[in-house]
Antibody, heavy 118, light 106 residues
Framework: QVQLVQSGAEVKKPGASVKVSCKAS????????MHWVRQASGQGLEWMGI????????THAQKFQGRVTVTRDTSTTTVYMELSSLRSEDTAVYYC???????????WGQGTLVTVSS | DIQMTQSPSTLSASVGDRVSITCRAS??????LAWYQQKPGKAPKLLIY???SLESGVPSRFSGSGSGTEFTLTISSLQPDDFATYYC????????FGQGTKLEIK
């Protein structure tokens, strides 16, 4: 069965970087897009970025310009999201989510809580 | 960017009620819209895609309609398990979510 398993919770200081992983299994890893979506406590969902099936092309929301990097390792079927220059407003649960070219998310990871605090 | 405006933000209803949630897009987007259900501490769950297509395994009491800029999620007869927060998502141009609708027990 399809599974997206994310890395564990992180606590970071302002200005640091965090790298969250999402290990995919149960499907053809190179046939699907992977997105990152975050959710601050009590707030809505916010799209951050995407990596295409070929792993060559990535796009991110303008809001995260220069701060977010999405990569993947085909050998381990793992996608990574790195967010730099962390600030307190980046405290949130970060989700990976799979899509086809259509763009809706049929499977999600369990979420990774990133806390940014001095 | 396409902005999504979801209403109401909170909806109080009883088991057995028929309820509807609306999502309006800032520009026309055909039927590239999905609906998700989220429960506390859990990832969102896909209910509807392409505005009106029911995801496999989702109960038939959930339905979606609309095209262009106005979309609706309807639950025909609320069940206890349906009390949750619902989000719309446009995927016509990357991705944007509505602000969410919290469905509460009256």
């Amino acid at each position: 069965q399809v599974q997206l398993v994310q890395s564990g919770a992180e606590v970071k200081k302002p200005g640091a970087s965090v790298k969250v992983s999402c290990k995919a299994s149960g499907y053809s890893f190179t046939s699907y897009y992977m997105h990152w979506v975050r959710q601050a406590s009590g707030q809505g969902l916010e799209w951050m970025g995407i990596i295409n099936p070929g792993g060559v092309s990535t796009t991110h929301a303008q809001k995260f310009q220069g701060r977010v990097t999405v990569t993947r390792d085909t050998s381990t079927t793992t996608v990574y999201m790195e967010l730099s220059s962390l600030r307190s407003e980046d405290t949130a649960v970060y989700y990976c989510a799979r899509s086809t070219a259509s763009g809706y998310y049929d499977y999600w990871g369990q979420g990774t809580l990133v806390t940014v605090s001095s | 960017d396409i902005q999504m405006t979801q209403s109401p933000s909170t909806l109080s209803a009883s088991v057995g009620d028929r309820v509807s949630i609306t999502c309006r897009a800032s520009q026309s987007m055909s039927t590239w819209l999905a609906w998700y259900q989220q429960k506390p501490g859990k990832a969102p769950k896909l209910l509807i895609y392409k505005a009106s297509s029911l995801e496999s395994g989702v109960p038939s009491r959930f339905s979606g309609s609309g095209s262009g800029t106005e979309f609706t999620l309807t639950i025909s007869s609320l069940q206890p398990d349906d009390f949750a927060t619902y989000y719309c998502q446009q995927y016509n141009s990357y991705s944007t979510f509505g602000q969410g609708t919290k469905l509460e027990i009256k």
